[in-house]
Antibody, heavy 118, light 107 residues
Framework: EVQLVESGGGLVQPGGSLRLSCAASGFTFNNHQMSWVRQAPGKGLEWVANIKEDGSEKNYVDSVKGRFTISRDNTKNSLYLQMNSLGAEDTAVYYC???????????WGQGTLVTVSS | AIRMTQSPSSFSASTGDRVTITCRASQGISTYLAWYQQKPGKAPNLLIYAASSLQSGVPSRFSGSGSGTDFTLTISCLQSEDFASYYCQQYYSYPWTFGQGTKVEIK
């Protein structure tokens, strides 16, 4: 069974940092690009970043460029999102998602909630 | 960034209805479009990719069409489990972007 399990969310103060992790199982992890997508409370979906199968290319939405870093460890079947300089606008449920091929997100984790507040 | 605009934002329907949701891109995206269903408190679920290809395991009452800038998601015979929010997403160019969502409620 294909499974993605996020962890690392929580409450963080404005300006703080947090590292999210996503553990993958049930498929060949290094055959897929991976994405992070977030959803603010009561709002729609926002794609955040993705990373190629071998980690050689990364893409970000403008609002997180320079603050967030996506990475992966194919030996551990894991995806990461390092989030720095967090602001209230980053409060959201963060999902990791597998890319079917070239952008379709065909498998999602259950999400992890990040709350930025003092 | 390419802006995706869905209409309507919400509507009420009855089981058995045929419903259509539209999605318009601010520039041409060929058929690089996906549709997702999301139920409250759950992760999204891929329904349609490449504008009209049905994802494995998704009921055939769901269908998609369109190319360029105008797309539609159709549910041919609405079932109780279909009351949810629906999102379109373009993956033609970065940053990938989603529509604002369409909530389908029970009439």
């Amino acid at each position: 069974e294909v499974q993605l399990v996020e962890s690392g969310g929580g409450l963080v103060q404005p300006g703080g940092s947090l590292r999210l992790s996503c553990a993958a199982s049930g498929f060949t992890f290094n055959n897929h690009q991976m994405s992070w997508v977030r959803q603010a409370p009561g709002k729609g979906l926002e794609w955040v970043a993705n990373i190629k199968e071998d980690g050689s290319e990364k893409n970000y939405v403008d609002s997180v460029k320079g603050r967030f870093t996506i990475s992966r460890d194919n030996t551990k079947n894991s995806l990461y999102l390092q989030m720095n300089s967090l602001g209230a606008e980053d409060t959201a449920v963060y999902y990791c998602a597998r890319e079917k091929w070239g952008g379709q997100l065909d498998c999602w984790g259950q999400g992890t909630l990040v709350t930025v507040s003092s | 960034a390419i802006r995706m605009t869905q209409s309507p934002s919400s509507f009420s329907a009855s089981t058995g209805d045929r419903v259509t949701i539209t999605c318009r891109a601010s520039q041409g995206i060929s058929t690089y479009l996906a549709w997702y269903q999301q139920k409250p408190g759950k992760a999204p679920n891929l329904l349609i990719y490449a504008a009209s290809s049905l994802q494995s395991g998704v009921p055939s009452r769901f269908s998609g069409s369109g190319s360029g800038t105008d797309f539609t998601l159709t549910i041919s015979c609405l079932q109780s489990e279909d009351f949810a929010s629906y999102y379109c997403q373009q993956y033609y160019s970065y940053p990938w972007t989603f529509g604002q969502g369409t909530k389908v409620e029970i009439k």
